[in-house]
Structure formats: C-alpha cells, structure tokens
C-alpha cells in the first residue's frame, strides 16, 4: 500500500522541519491568514508585508506535521520577493510536484516533495501553508481550510 | 438487452417458497430487492476495509475513505450531477427533503409560498407543512386532475399557482400511489422563470429510469438506496453547489466542523457540512455497487421493462369485475394501484400472501391524495427488473380468487 | 472467561497484512470491527426476509418488521430499558444527540442552562451550541482537572455549576481522548435533584461495559453501533418513556404519522414518532447480533480485558522519551492519548502504518479540549476485544522506531 | 407461515361484513370516539348514547377490512346495554381471544375470532372498533390508535 517512508521524508524536509526557516509572527506585516487542515489539525498562520505587488517578508507559524511544517518553511524561502502572479504559479508547480510525483526541469529543494504523491492523504499537509500564503495574497482574511480547495 | 430470467439468479431471496408457493415479490414501490453484487461489497467492505472515514491516516482508513468518497463519486455520475460534492449521503429520501426543508426552510419567511402537488407522499408533505409553520411561510397545492387522477398535474392551475411569492416548489417525479409520471424538466422550468427553488422527489424514480439533474434542470433531488437495489439506511440528497454552499448545517457534530471552540463552531463546506457524524459507511459503499448493478444492466431497458410490466398488468387487471384502476390510463411508471368495489385492500392482500404474491394494500403513505379519490386505501402491485409477465398472471388468478370468496 | 485468541477467529478482518505485516488494529475508538455474527446477520437478511417495515402485509414484510422491532426488543435489554418503546433508532451517537438537543431544546428558553463538560466531543457539543442559540439558553461547561486532564471533572465546580436554572445535563461516560470514565450515577443524580434532564454521551462506553439506564438513572442516553460491533449507519437514542412522549418529532414523513391532510398531521406515540421514512432495517438487525455477541461474551470481561491492555499499554508507553500522556493515571477505559515532544502525531501514525499498526492522531473531534491542555493533537491507541498485549509490544516497538528516526 | 385462511375469515365474520349491525351515524348519540389504523388506513369512529353508566343506543361508522368491520359490528351486539365496566371485561375477553386463539367457554359469535391470533398482522384489525368504544366510553374524545395501545 504505502511506498517506502524515507521517499517521503527526505533529508530537506527533516531538515526544514528540524530548523525551520522564517517561523514567528511577523511584526510589520500587512496581510495574514489562517489555514486549518480539519482532518488532522494542523494549522498555520501566514503573515506577509507585502510591497505594493511583492512579497517584501514572509514569515508563518503554526503546528503541524513534519510534512506540514517543513512545505511552509520551504514556502517562506521559496516567495519572499516574488509577485502575487508569481507566488501563484509556483504554487502551481508544488502543486504538479505533490500530486503528480513529477519532478521540475530544474534543480530545486522543493523536488523533495515529490515523495508526497504517494501519500494521498498528506498531500493536504503538503499544501496547508501554501493556501493560506494565497489567501493573505489575495487579502483575504478568512481561514484557508484544505477541505475548501481542490488539492 | 439483458437476459431478464438472467437477472432473476442475481437474487438470492427470490428462490424461496412463500406460503408453499414460489415467491412473486410485487412490493417494489415500498423496496426493492439486493443483487449478490450489492450484498458481496457489503460483505468486502466488513471483512477488508472496515475503518472510520476521513479523520484516519492509516491503511485501512485510507481505503474506507477512498470507498466512501468513490461511492459518492459513482453516485454523483448517476445522476450526472457536476461535482461529487454535490451528493449528501443520507439515510434515505425522507432524511434528504427533511435536510432541505429545515436547511433551506429557514431561509423562508411570512408571505412567501412552499408549493407541493396533491400527490406527495407523506415524506414530501410533512416537512414542508413544518417548513412552513417555522417561518410562516403559506403552503399551497398543485391540484391532479380526475376522479381517478388519470389526467396528472393541473398544468393551468400551475402557472396561476407559480408567483414570485414562490420560493420552493417540491414534486415527486413518479407517484408512488398512481404511477403518474410528471414533467418534471417542464415543472423546473416553470419554477424557474419565477425564481422558486425545486426539490424533486426522485424515491420511484432514481432506480428505475436514467435520471440527469443537469438536464432536469432542478435545484436538489432526493431519493433512497433501498429502493434501487441498494442497502437500507443509505440515501442521497442531490444540491446544486451554489445552493448547497448557501445554506446552514442541519445537523452539528463531529466531522463536519473545521473548528470549535467552547463558543461556537465553524463549518466545512458542502458535502460535509450536511453529513455529521460517522456516516453510513457500508450502505454508501452498497449504494455505488447498486449503482453499477443498475448501469449494467442498462437504465433505459430497466424501465421499458417495468412500465411493460406496468402496462400488461393494467390490462389484464381491467377485465376483473368491480375493479376501480387509479391514475393514468396511457403511459405510466412500473405500479398499479386498484381498489375493488366490497373486498378492502387489506383482505387482498392477505389472500395473494397465502398464493406466495406480495402486495402492499392502504394509504402508501398518501392519506391526502387518498381522501381526494374518496379511497381510505388501494391495493398496489409494484414491478421490478426480476418480475416477469408470468408472475401478473398469478396475480391476477389471486385477485380471482380474492373476489370468488367475497363476492361470489 | 471467553478465549481471548478464539474471538480473534470471530473477525475476518484481522487476518490480514498491512504494509506487509499483520495488522494491528489499535483504533477502536474510531470505529471496532465486525464479527462473522454480524456480517452474516446482515446477509441473511437480504437474502432470505428483505421487506419494507411496518406498513407491510406480507410474510416477508411481517417477517422483516418482526426482526426490526426485534432488534429493538434486544437493544432494550442490552441497556436495561423498561420498555422497547424507549429505543429510537438513529444514524449514530451524532443523530441521538441531535434529536434531543433540538426536540428537547425546543422547551427551552431564555434564562435555562444547558450544562455540559470541557471534555465532550464535538457531537455532545455543537448540537448544544445550537440549541443554545436558537432557543437563548445559555452553555456552561464543568471543567476537567489537572494540566493533563489527569483529575477528571471537576464535582466541587459541578455543585456550583448545577443551579435550578440548568435544564440539560450532557456529559459523555468514557472519554474518547482522555479515557476518563465519568462517574455517571452520581453525575445524574446530582442533576436529578435540581431537575435537570441527564443527556449520556455513551459512545465509547455501550460496547465496553455493562450499561443499565435504569441503574444509571438516566434521562436520555447515546451511542452508535459501529463502534459495539455493529454495522455502519445505526445508532440509538434511548428515552426514558415518560419524556419521549412530551417531545416533538424531529423529522417528518411517512411512517411517524396517524392521519395526515393538506393543512397538518398528527403524530404517533414514541417510538414511531421520531422515526420518519423508512428505517435502516439491516443495520437494526446487526445490532441486535452485536447485543448478542457481546453478551455471549459476557460484557464485564470485555471492560476488564480492554482496561488491562490500557493500564499495560499506558505503564510501558510511559517508558517512551518524551512522552507526555494525557488523561487518568488510575482507573481508565480502553484508550490511551499521548503527545510526544518535537514528534507530530501525524508523523507518528504514519510510521505506525508502515508498521501494520493502526492508530489515530489528530484532535479527536475534541478540538476544546486540546485547546486546554495545551495541544493540536494527540496519538491515540484505543484497545478493543480482539488486541493482544503482544500488540502493545509491537505498538511500542513502532514508536521506539519512530523517536528514533525523528530524534535520533 | 400463514394458518389457512378459512381460520381467520369465518362465516361469522364474513357474515358481518357483508351485513354489518349498527353501522351509520348515531344521531342521539352524546358520545363519539374516532380510531385510526395508521398502517393500514382503517377507519372507525363509534357513536354512543349513555344513559348513566349503561351503553343505551350504540354504533359505527368507518371503512376497513372484513376483520375490523365485522369486529366492529359484532363488538356492537355485544356492548349494547352494558356499562362500562362490563364492556372493559367484554374487551378483555375479546382481546384475549385473538391474541391467544383460546375460545370462550361459553358458546359465543365472538368465538369466531379465534383465528385471527394466528396472524398478528391483524389483530389490530380486529381491536380498533373496541379501543374507539372504550375511549368514547372514558367521553375521551381523542383518536384511538391502535398503535397507541398494547394489544
Ligand atoms: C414517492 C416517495 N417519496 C418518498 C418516500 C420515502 O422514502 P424513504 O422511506 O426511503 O425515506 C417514498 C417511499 O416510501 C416514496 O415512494
Ligand atoms: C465520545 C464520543 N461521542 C460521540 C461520538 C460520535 O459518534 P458517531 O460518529 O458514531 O455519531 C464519538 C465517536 O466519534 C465519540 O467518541
């Protein structure tokens, strides 16, 4: 049933799960929002100073699982200076990456969620703080659930 | 076309004496029977499966939610609903209209109209009598037309009846008592262009003829799993997602919140905000298995057989004396109901048990359409896929019989 | 004394391989697994006296409703009840709690109590949300003790808690998280002499112990059958008579009614009345084989069997690094929660899987209650009839595996 | 499953039927009861004159099966000029009759009866009448139904 364990939690994501990168409450932010994953409750809260169109700081907080920690800290590094349109297109390759197995063309830390496709039900954990860094993208404050959006 | 004795081996319960003769089940409109298929994903799912649904990470969980949410797809493509979570798993049709009566209900208030038919069955009627005490909504009746209601729906009196005072117009597809077919993609389209919500009754229907809500066009449809080969405590309440997504929880509790605090609770979206509690697991599974079950064999054959059945039976009943024949005289859904002038439905159907025929004789539920017709009952044979041409014949030599006792 | 080792023969399920190892199911509180007796109940059904309930003429519709009321009749005794007529059937704990918390929440007004405990899961709390808010009552909760729950409930607050104001009492027998067993004699007592309603949230408790409504003294009382052994999709509501008959339907429709016309109905007498549509037959059936099951078992060994796995289960997992465990130190029902410092639950379930080990992480429908010990979530081992203390070795043998891989 | 039928419909009955006694609307009557048969739709509404504690004048109306409308009609030859605790003795007696099959010792029409204990279906049938007398005796004018009571 389920493939071999370390495929899924490979040393970056140990890594960023030990260390993760970003975490706190972010002082001077202007957008945050709340993501929930019901089934599990994991939670994490995104917060964002955004710069006109670009993310000028991230940082989240929250509890959650290894998977769940380690992609939002991962997140964090990965949007940091980038544009709402931007955010959402890397968003869409973690997306490919998680659910489809499929490595990117290029070399990247986020190639270690790649094992996560195998885990159906992580693939929720895997995508918690990317749907709340959207939603506070998008100025919306309401809580990003897992159930609400189409992994 | 399926090989209709074929089907017959399907179902274990149907090789057995009743009374000393072969049993002849008529009784389809109050349930149907379960194919091995259905019974055999009951049985997998308890000896393989069996775990609690979405709140689990380990194997077993996984397969029982993967079963549970697949069974939900293969129902939502059933009925060729638009999105899986369309389709609230519920205990059965009655549960699925009192979901929407309450849901939507609460969103009614004084002046505005719940329209029902005078055909509802009681699980159409009652809730929406509820609905509109609650909100002091005013409940009206599309009225049939006919002493035997053989001319259907009053569609004259419909279009006086749809004002934009309407909010909910609630219809069953087939009459359970006369067998009346109703336009029902006519009926939505009508309620439409006023701006009423539709709640189509689909308990005779859904498992006897191919149904599209895309194509009905309506706002949610109800129905049960037993009456279409499937479990018994298993239904579906079909709502357009746009509706669904509007409307508050019925009932709270586990499984269906995204937070609570000591306060007060948040909601998941639909489907789950309408499903609290551990869900019927098996019978959703069951569910699907009966949906495959039927697809097999083809909807539309399923119901050119039935209403074959229905249509033989008619005639032959027509030729019995004292016979009044209820509701329409051309095409009709697989039942017929008839009363006999001086011998009540109750003793006949007593006499058919003793010649191994199983018939289902009073109200059907129908006490309001009843009183209407000037009837307190009627005896009602009721056709499945398994029924044969052969087995109207022994019904009708049981009615001679009935009649040969009490009459003369 | 049964054979513990024969009744894991009883359980087709459990003689399987997860993940290339015999499975080791250990989530019980979520749902338990179903004996042959059960399975085969459930099959014989449908294949030998399938019918519509009640309405029926029939030999299979009399035979059917004989097994179904039958079925009442055996749950009755199960709890002790003074008569069948106290037994609803219901989806689930879920449903049974919601039906009360609304027709009874119906009497309810402004400046009434509704009074539950910081340790109820979300189906003993949002329905009480609910009623609170529709009918202006006001929500108190007992609090629990201890910064791991280790106290139990608070009885000094209790006192303080249980004015003349308080109409409802809702409290759970054997936590689902914390495995704290509830002193619900004394708890209804204590409300019975400021006229409270008792509610009993027996969902973890009906199929590990004795349960004696009368004994208890209680007013309403809860629980599912799939986690006793019994199907999916059927649970109970037992109601002391006397109230049942002051109560509003909840649901409407065929079947719960005496008469019925355009303009209202009139209901039937408990427990018709609060059973609309057709019943999930089957599942009341494999009920009644569960009560049988489990009696012939003897339940006062199930509770001492669970309870020692637990107190071993709770004394070696202690041993654990890191381990924090919440709930009772002493005396405590078949479960144990546990957190570990810097390993999620999720992970842990995870590398328990991968092991054949079936656990459950997350917050337990007890999102609350975490939130007061200062947690997400917990690990959660709950032990049934068919574990083995040789399971618990693995159980800890798969954490040690998991620390290590995490922590080193 | 099912004893022969000659068991339950017996001349007696039949003979009811076809010709029942007292039936119609009574217009001296000052008490009335309505009974339901909700499972299968029977009706019987029974109409009483008291004179003190004594059934003066008796009769029904209502629609049924053959075993509720003969009961109903011989249940009215019965309780014609009893008082009200005869007439609970007469039901005791009838109520015993159909649900054990037990005949009376005394040579009576309601012997007829018997055979209904060998279909419990139907002895709700065979009660409704006698329920509808006793609550119009009680001048308890709420409806009898028969799953109201223990039969
Ligand atoms: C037309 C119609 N509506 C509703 C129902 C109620 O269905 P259920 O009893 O399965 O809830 C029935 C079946 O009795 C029916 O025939
Ligand atoms: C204490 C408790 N109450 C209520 C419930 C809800 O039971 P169900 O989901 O069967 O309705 C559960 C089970 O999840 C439980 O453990």
Redesign the pocket.
């Known amino acids: 049933m389920s493939a071999d364990l370390t495929e899924l939690y490979q040393q970056v994501i140990l890594d960023h799960n030990r260390r993760p990168r970003n975490r706190g409450r972010l002082p001077t932010a202007n957008r945050v929002a709340h993501g929930d994953n019901p089934s599990c409750g994991d939670q994490c809260d995104v917060f964002l100073r955004l710069d006109g169109d670009r993310i000028a700081e991230i940082s989240f907080d929250g509890s959650g699982c290894a998977i769940s920690q380690a992609s939002a800290s991962l997140m964090t590094t990965q949007l940091k200076g980038k544009t709402a349109a931007e955010a959402e297109t890397l968003y869409q390759e973690f997306h490919d990456i998680v659910t489809t197995g499929k490595e990117p063309a290029e070399i990247s830390d986020v190639a270690a969620f790649a094992g996560v496709h195998a885990f159906p039900a992580r693939i929720k954990c895997a995508t918690l703080g990317w749907h709340a860094a959207l939603n506070a993208l998008k100025a919306d404050a309401t809580t990003a659930t897992t159930e609400s959006h189409t992994d | 076309m399926p090989s209709w004795k074929d089907v017959r081996a399907d179902f274990p319960i149907l090789h057995q004496q009743v009374n000393g003769r072969p049993l002849v089940y008529l009784d389809n ?3 149907t029977q379960k194919p091995r298929a259905v019974i055999d994903a009951l049985v997998r799912y308890y000896e393989r499966d069996n775990s609690n649904v979405h709140r689990g990470l380990h194997t077993l969980s996984m397969r029982a939610t993967d079963a549970y949410e697949g069974a939900r797809a293969r129902v939502a493509k059933f009925v060729n609903a638009a999105d899986p979570a369309e389709i609230i798993f519920t ?7 009192n979901l929407v009566a309450r849901s939507y209900g609460g969103k009614l208030g004084r002046g505005d109209v719940i329209l029902c038919t005078e055909m ?5 009627l009652v809730p929406w009598q509820q609905a509109a005490k609650a909100s002091g909504a005013t409940l009206k009746f599309v009225p049939f037309i006919g002493a035997n209601a053989e001319g259907g729906l009053d569609l004259e009196a419909l279009d006086r009846l749809l004002t934009p005072q309407v909010k909910v117009f609630a219809f ?5 008592t006369l067998g009346t077919i109703n336009p029902v993609a006519e009926l939505c389209r009508r309620a439409r262009a006023v701006g009423a919500v539709t709640v189509i ?1 689909a ?2 229907s859904a498992g006897h003829a191919p149904l599209d809500v895309r194509l009905l066009g309506c706002d949610f449809l ?1 129905f ?1 799993g ?2 279409m080969c499937g479990p018994t405590g298993i ?1 579906v309440l079909y709502g357009r997602f746009a509706l669904l997504d509007q409307l508050s929880p019925d009932e709270t509790g586990g499984g269906m919140v995204v937070s609570v605090d000591f306060e007060g609770a948040k909601w998941k979206p639909a489907p789950e905000r309408f499903e609290a509690g551990t869900p019927n697991v098996a019978g959703a599974i069951g569910l699907g298995a009966a949906c495959d079950y039927l697809d097999s064999l083809d909807r539309v054959a399923i119901r050119q057989h039935d209403d074959e059945l229905a249509r033989v039976a008619y005639e032959k009943l027509a030729t019995l004396p004292g016979i009044r024949l209820i509701g329409p005289t051309g095409e009709r859904g697989g039942l017929v109901s008839f009363a006999f002038e001086g011998v009540h439905a109750h003793d006949v159907v007593t006499f058919a048990d003793e010649d191994g025929v199983a018939l289902r004789g009073g109200h ?2 129908n006490q309001p359409l009843m009183r209407k017709l000037g009837l307190t009952s009627t005896t009602r044979a009721s056709f499945y896929l398994y029924n044969t041409a052969e087995e109207i014949d022994l019904l009708v030599a049981s009615l001679r019989r009935t009649l040969k006792f009490f009459i003369g």
């Not at chain 2, 205990?91 to 209209?97: K, L, M, V």
């Not at chain 2, 509802?120 to 159409?124: A, C, D, F, L, R």
């Not at chain 2, 069953?172 to 359970?176: K, L, R």
């Open positions: 409109g109050a349930t205990r059965g049709t009655t549960e699925s209209i509802e069955h009681h699980s159409n069953t597809h087939i009459s359970n009754d308990a005779q109800a049960s037993h009456k239904g059907h539920c």
